[in-house]
């Protein structure tokens, strides 16, 4: 038995090394750790639950991609970071970091965890960031335009074009599919026309 909790420690870590000290229960389950094993592991400390199947490991420190990547975890597989929180994470936005907030397809309910749902999820507006699903820089501005005063707004905008070349086109790709999004008259040339 010795033995075979070595080699759970194991592949707990392993599992989390690359996912910000997370792990999924289905993941646990799929590489044979039994039920009994991993609330063994809740009692003592080893895992501390995020949210409902998703489990940070004991050893590795709380962070802020880890909150945010738990967040996406819990509202589902195809889920991103979105609004304020990609804005944080993408360095669109200073300050103290924003809550999680996630977007689905799919209407979700996650305590602690501000969610939206958008049928539209363009395959372009979606990628990993640190190894966190988020939205794609022009699509986080898409969404920031609804939530952001426009000085605020101009700030991102400014940060997206310095540090990742992303401009009014780029975002023009997105309003070409999402033509009445909130905000979408804070636009770059948009308010003239």
């Not at 050893?59 to 996406?72: G, K, N, R």
Request: aromatic fraction near 4%; hydrophobic fraction near 40%; glycine fraction near 6%.
């Amino acid at each position: 038995m010795q033995h075979r909790d070595r080699t759970v420690e194991e592949v707990l870590a392993r599992l989390a090394f690359s996912a910000h000290g997370l792990v999924k229960r289905r993941e646990l389950l799929r590489v044979e750790i039994s039920p009994q094993e991993i609330r063994s592991r809740i009692d003592s400390g080893a895992l501390h639950v995020k949210y409902r199947g998703i489990y940070r490991v004991g050893h590795c420190a709380p962070s802020t991609d880890a909150d945010y990547l738990a967040a996406v975890w819990a509202c589902g597989d195809t889920a991103l970071l979105s609004g304020r929180a990609a804005g944080h994470m993408l360095a669109l936005l200073r300050g103290t970091p924003a809550p999680p907030e996630v977007i689905a397809p799919t209407e979700r309910r996650v305590r602690g965890v501000i969610t939206h749902r958008s049928r539209l999820l363009h395959p372009t507006e979606a990628m990993k960031w640190r190894n966190v699903p988020v939205t794609s820089f022009a699509r986080t501005l898409v969404d920031l335009a609804a939530v952001l005063p426009v000085n605020e707004l101009a700030r991102a905008c400014h940060e997206a074009g310095v540090r990742y070349r992303i401009g009014p086109a780029h975002v023009d790709e997105i309003l070409a599919r999402r033509p009445t999004s909130p905000g979408v008259w804070k636009a770059p040339g948009r308010a003239a026309r």
